[in-house]
């Protein structure tokens, strides 16, 4: 079974930083494309970061410069770097996870930046 939690999250000022991290428990972790997502409240849950298995990167225009994200095979962790964090980073994070055996979510963990 694939288990992904999330950790890191905080209340923090604008201009701090934050690093998340997602320990994921799979099976062949190298195989996997991770992500990272977040979501305000009901609305439509959208994506922020990822990484797939052979280290490609891309992000949202709005996290661009700003994030980082990257992965540790060896502890079978993801991380998000956040830098200069803004108010309208505020939100609840995801992670994910996606190969050909399916496409999984954490828990979420809950970052919040005040002005």
């Known amino acids: 079974q694939v288990q992904l939690v999330e950790s890191g999250g905080g209340l923090v000022q604008a201009g701090d930083s934050l690093r998340l991290s997602c320990v994921a428990s799979v099976r062949n972790f190298n195989s996997y494309d991770l992500a990272w997502f977040r979501q305000v409240g009901e609305k439509e849950r959208e994506f922020v970061a990822a990484?797939?298995?052979?280290?490609?990167?891309n992000y949202a225009a709005s996290v661009e410069g700003r994030f980082t994200i990257s992965r540790d095979s060896a502890k079978s962790v993801v991380y998000l770097q956040m830098n200069s964090l803004e108010p309208e980073d505020t939100a609840v994070y995801y992670c994910?996870?996606?190969?050909?055996?399916?496409?999984?979510w954490g828990q979420g963990t809950q970052v919040t930046v005040s002005s």
């Open positions: 994910n996870a996606a190969s050909t055996v399916g496409l999984f």
């Open positions: 990484i797939s298995w052979s280290g490609v990167t």
